[in-house]
């Protein structure tokens, strides 16, 4: 971010993590709460540095993974202490039931794609440090705002142009081929921060 002189939040969205939370014994509501409202005043605080009008919103997952279980989004901190009970036990285990006792909380992203008026958004697929392709997640039945990853999505091949170079008289989001290029330098930069979140947790190359 320093580099291209950028908000390195346009690159890194906001999180925290919250642990030893039960949903089905309400263990850890007040703790996740918190968290949650601390994480919210901070994107409402960017929101209003850059003129963003959408209602900030933070989504709730399992640490260990989800598989697309064990997700919530939540607009206040409120939410958390109103959740019925068959909401605390979907939050309580995923996949293969694994309990669920340490979370992320994560700043929620707005989808703007569209594919056929359908809300999608954007997987990259990465070989090495190479792009290799990928695909658009797409669900006719949710909204901007809500996990995609639900049943009754489908996807569309994401159609990369690898020899293309971005068009530097069009916009950053332009069709093809700036925006797919745009979408491999975050990918890129993404699996970069994970190399050094490996080496710095894990030095030895040889455990992975």
């Not at 642990?19 to 007040?30: H, K, P």
């Not at 968290?35 to 640490?63: C, H, M, Q, S, W």
């Not at 797409?138 to 489908?154: C, I, K």
């Not at 996807?155 to 293309?164: G, N, S």
Request: charged content about 30%; glycine content about 8%; proline content about 5%.
């Amino acid at each position: 971010a320093k580099m291209i002189d950028v908000d390195q939040w346009m690159l890194n969205p906001y999180f925290a993590k919250c642990e030893g939370i039960d949903f089905d014994e309400r263990v850890g509501e007040e703790k996740l709460a918190d968290t949650v409202d601390a994480v919210l005043k901070k994107i409402n605080k960017k929101y209003r540095e850059y003129g963003i009008t959408e209602k900030p919103f933070v989504v709730i997952k399992a640490d260990a993974g989800t598989y697309g279980m064990g997700v919530m989004m939540v607009h206040d901190a409120a939410e958390i202490k109103s959740l019925n009970r068959r909401e605390r036990t979907k939050m309580s285990v995923v996949k293969e039931g694994l309990e669920v006792h340490d979370v992320i909380v994560q700043e929620g992203v707005y989808t703007v794609e569209r594919i056929n008026e359908a809300v999608a958004e954007p997987v990259v697929y990465m070989i090495d440090r190479y792009v290799v392709g990928g695909f658009y997640r797409v669900h006719t039945g949710r909204g901007t705002d809500e996990n995609l990853n639900a049943p009754g999505m489908h996807f569309v091949p994401l159609a990369f142009e690898h020899t293309a170079l971005p068009d530097v008289h069009a916009k950053p989001g332009a069709a093809p081929p700036n925006r797919f290029y745009m979408y491999g330098v975050v990918a890129r930069l993404a699996l970069l921060a994970a190399s050094v979140e490996l080496e710095r947790t894990d030095p030895d190359p040889e455990t992975y």
